[in-house]
């Protein structure tokens, strides 16, 4: 079985900085797309970042381009986002998806919730001002 657990959200003030972690268990972390995404309330559900285990090709959303940094230790079968800079706007449910390989090859297919098959429960971050 599929499963994702996402971890790491929290509060912080503007300008800070959180780790969020997507454990993955059930499958091969040999080619697959990861995605996080975020929901705010009253919004939908927006591509924040996404990473393809078989090349580690990154992927982002410009609104988070140059703060937010995704990776994979694929021997822990675990992809991080790195977020710096943080702004009260990216206080949002982060959600981590993936989607088995094959995939989209441009964010603009990778960004999309409807391209994930398997999701996490969600954290939340919140930013003060």
């Known amino acids: 079985e599929v499963q994702l657990v996402e971890s790491g959200g929290g509060l912080v003030r503007a300008g800070g900085s959180l780790t969020l972690s997507c454990s993955t268990s059930?499958?091969?972390?040999?080619?697959?797309?990861i995605g996080w995404f975020r929901q705010a309330p009253g919004k939908e559900r927006e591509g924040v970042s996404c990473i393809t285990t078989e090349d580690g090709r990154t992927y982002y959303a410009d609104s988070v381009k140059g703060r937010f940094t995704i990776s994979s230790d694929n021997a822990k079968n675990t992809v991080y986002l790195q977020m710096n800079s943080l702004k009260p706007e990216d206080s949002a449910v982060y959600y981590c998806?993936?989607?088995?390989?094959?995939?989209?090859?441009?964010?603009?297919?990778?960004?999309?919730?409807?391209?994930?098959?398997?999701w996490g429960q969600g954290t939340q971050v919140t930013v003060s001002s």
């Open positions: 059930g499958f091969t972390f040999d080619d697959w797309a």
């Open positions: 998806a993936a989607h088995e390989g094959p995939y989209g090859s441009t964010w603009y297919v990778l960004g999309h919730p409807s391209e994930y098959d398997y």
